[in-house]
Nanobody
């Protein structure tokens, strides 16, 4: 079992920045991949970014490339999502996700076994 706890959401103005964090605990593996998804009101949860723990490869959705940066603390199962140049279209609940092994970017909800509770990000115009 893996437990994920997100933090860092909040309210920010257009053009501002926020940094989300997620800590994984429990039965974690070196081969893991961790990611961020977001869910707009009335929409399916969608992929934002992911990072492989072994090797540090990162993957991004086209909509956030160049604005968001995913990183992982060395030797830990803590990831961060630095979100810059935010706009109202980024308003969503952001979820952290974990899977014990990585097979490329893994951008589907079904690719991940464990999920955090979500953190709200609101960008005002």
């Amino acid at each position: 079992q893996v437990h994920l706890v997100e933090s860092g959401g909040g309210l920010v103005q257009t053009g501002g920045s926020l940094r989300l964090s997620c800590v994984a605990s429990g039965r974690t593996f070196r081969t893991a991949i961790m990611g961020w998804f977001r869910q707009f009101v009335g929409k399916e949860r969608e992929f934002v970014a992911s990072i492989e723990r072994d090797g540090g490869s990162t993957y991004y959705a086209d909509s956030v490339k160049g604005r968001f940066d995913i990183s992982m603390d060395s030797g830990a199962y803590t990831i961060h999502l630095q979100m810059n140049n935010l706009n109202p279209e980024d308003t969503a609940v952001y979820y952290c996700a974990y899977n014990g092994y990585a097979l490329g970017p893994m951008p589907l909800n079904s690719d991940y076994r464990y999920w955090g509770q979500g953190t709200q990000v609101t960008v005002s115009s």
